[in-house]
Each structure stands twice: as C-alpha cells, then as structure tokens.
C-alpha cells in the first residue's frame, strides 16, 4: 500500500519541490524564441526524407542566396523548420497599405461632409456653409493627392516583386487606388513565396511545406493581445476562486498552481527551444484551464469534505487527480508522437508545451498547492 505523503511532520517541505521548478524555470523563460508570427518574419516548415543535412550549412546556403535573409533553421516534426527575416519591400509595402486605408478613410470623410453641406445649400446659402465646403472640398482634394503618391510610392517599393507586371490607376478615383494597392501587394507576397520556395528546394529537397508570413507590425499586436489575454484569465480565474472559497489561503494557493505550471513549461521552452507563437499560446491557456482542475478538487475536498481527516481527504485527492493527469499525459504524447510523424508543426508545438505543463502539473498540485491547502486548514482547526 503507497505511504501517505501528507501524514509526515515534514510534510510542508514538499513544498520546496515545486518552488525550486519555478526558480529554474525563470532562468530559461529569457531564452524562449519568439516563432514569426509573434516577432513578424517568414516561418517555412519543410518535410524531408533525408535528415542528414547540417543545418549550419543550410543556413549558409540560404543567405547567401536570399539576401538579408538571415535564415535560422532548427529541427522539426519530420523535417527542418526555416525561419527568416521579412523582405523590407513587402513590409514597408505593408505598413504603406495600412496609410492608404487611413487616407481613404479620410477621403470618404470629406465626401460625406461635402454631400452633406451641399444638401444644406439646397435650402439655403450662406457665409457659413460655404466656408464648410471650402474646407471639405480642400480635405478632398488634399487627401486625393496624398493617395495619389502613397499608391505610386507603394507600386515603386514593390516592382522588384512584381515580375514586371504594371498596374495602370486612375489618380481621381479612390476607390481604384486602393483596389490596385491591395492588388500588387497580394501578387509580390505571393511572387515572394514562389522565388523563396524555389530557392529552398534546390537547396533542400523537400515532400511537402507550409508557408507562413507574418509582418513585424501584426507580430507586436498578436503578442500585446496574447499577454492581455493571459493577464486577463488570471485575474477572472483568481475571481471565481474567491468567491468559492471566501478565504485568502486556498484561493491564492489555486491561483499559485496554475502560475506555477504555466511559468515551468514556459522554462521548459526556453530549455529544448521551442518557439512561443500563436500555437503555444493556445496550449498555455489549456494548461490554464487543467491546472485549475486539479487544484480546485484537492481544495475543495480538503476544505468542504468532512469525511476521515484533512490528510487522508488530501492524499486521496492526489490518486483521483494523478490519474486524470497520467490520462492526460497520455493522450498528448500520443498527439505528440502522431503530429511529428505526420508533420503538423501547430499540433507538435500544442501538444508539446501541455506535455510539459502537465509534468509540471504533478509537482505543483500535489506537493505545493496541496501541501498549502492543508497546512491552512490544520491550522484552522487546531485554533477550535
């Protein structure tokens, strides 16, 4: 029969078990790659037969031949993955698109007040609305003409990319404007893919790839988002848990557990170099979500159950729960281990950040929140 951890006098020194992760951890986490579609830049994941390339070569190979590329290759599920700069073209292509919507805007604002001035005029003339005019008719024509050489400085940036393709635009016409704007940029970033994918395959035969590009600009607001969205769990997650409990201890000893877990696995990332993007992301907020589990039943069956005592009540927790969690771990090694053979880099990064949140998991629950939990409630009972 397992021994009762939670009946030792030294019990709380388990503890330190889990603390001693986080410290460790929070010297990795200043190591964790961002992919590219947090820091912006180009992410292409090839799949291979032949694994014995040195990546140090390639990497080598791929510079010299797409310049400012600044390639970084690692290995990944069933292949290498290529990670490269974004082309300064596309990108200040990008944010120049991003100034003309705003200056269209602008011109539709001045349309509007311009009909909307004129229909008062039908009616009546005077000094006032005249001057209004005077003034949207201006914003019109000032934005007009700043739309004008936006587009054609857009078109000029972007030729190199075009394969000589040229796009004829009427300067009066807005809407034309940004029609052909929108064009020329969807067909560079695509004659970009085709050239990069061609260059990468006569460097390294490949079966398959997916292709990936993401702008710095789009890359700072996913990851400002994604930091809110956390924050924001946190502090709904460390609501919930109050109003349950009503009581400071056991509520932030939850709230522990899930920090606990998701700052190790975030350690674990920096350690083995796995990327942090969207997908990561996506498998920390599930390990939000199961870390709360499993604290929230060792704290509500110590503290509301009232069968046997305060210990026994917790090591049973700790059966129930490390079963669910062995579950777990099994079901996402297996996406693991079929994401790397079948080469799906979003379920491999998914699965391997929950993995290591889940072990991470084992340490926390049981013998930190758990071990908190019911040193709290002993010493609530000892003060009847």
């Known amino acids: 029969m397992i021994r009762n951890i939670y009946e030792s006098k030294n019990y709380k020194m388990l503890a330190l078990v889990p603390i001693a992760l ?38 080598s190979q791929i510079d010299s031949k797409i310049p400012g590329a600044q390639a970084s290759l690692s290995s990944a599920p069933g292949g290498i993955s290529v990670t490269m700069a974004t082309n300064t073209s596309l990108a200040n292509a990008q944010q120049q698109l991003l100034d003309i919507y705003g200056t269209e805007a602008n011109y539709s604002a001045a349309s509007v007040s311009i009909a909307a001035v004129q229909n008062q005029m039908r009616n009546q003339t005077n000094a006032t609305l005249q001057s209004e005019l005077a003034t949207a008719q201006g914003n019109q024509t000032k934005a007009l003409s700043q739309l004008n050489a936006q587009t054609g400085a857009l078109l ?26 929108q064009s020329a940029y969807t067909g560079a970033t695509k004659n970009y893919e085709i050239h990069i994918i061609g260059i990468l395959q006569s460097i390294i035969p490949f079966t398959s790839y997916s292709y990936q590009e993401v702008t710095p600009t789009l890359g700072a607001y996913f990851l400002g988002e994604i930091q809110g969205i956390l924050i924001a ?15 400071p201890i056991p509520s932030l000893s939850v709230v522990f557990g899930a920090g606990n877990d998701i700052l190790i696995a975030l350690g674990a990332m920096g350690l083995f170099g796995i990327p942090l993007g969207v997908a990561a992301i996506g498998g920390l907020l599930m390990l939000v979500g199961y870390s709360i589990d499993t ?16 210990s026994e009540r917790a090591f049973n927790s700790m059966k129930t729960g490390m079963t669910m969690t062995f579950a777990a771990i099994i079901s996402f090694a297996i ?8 080469f799906i880099p979003t379920y491999f990064e998914i699965s391997s950040v929950v993995l290591f949140g889940l072990i991470a998991d084992l340490a926390t629950t049981w013998l930190g929140n758990t071990t908190m939990v019911l040193w709290w409630k002993q010493r609530k009972e000892l003060r009847r």
Not at 335 to 342: F, Q
Request: hydrophobic share 50%; proline share 4%; charged share 10%.
């Open 295 to 310: 604290d929230m039943l060792a704290a509500i069956r110590i503290i509301k159950r009232g069968e046997g005592t305060p």
């Open 233 to 247: 769990s946190f502090i709904i997650v460390a609501i919930a848990v109050f109003i349950i409990f009503k009581t």
């Open 335 to 342: 996406l693991l281990v079929v994401s790397y053979i079948t």
């Open 22 to 59: 986080l410290l460790i951890s929070l010297f990795f986490i200043p190591r964790i790659p961002l992919d590219s579609t947090l820091k912006g830049g180009i992410a292409v994941q090839l799949q291979i037969s032949n694994t014995s390339y040195s990546l140090q070569g390639l990497t």
């Open 156 to 181: 000029a940036g972007l030729k190199p990319l075009l394969n000589g393709q040229t796009f004829q635009y009427n300067a009066t016409d807005a809407q034309q404007m940004v029609s052909v704007s």
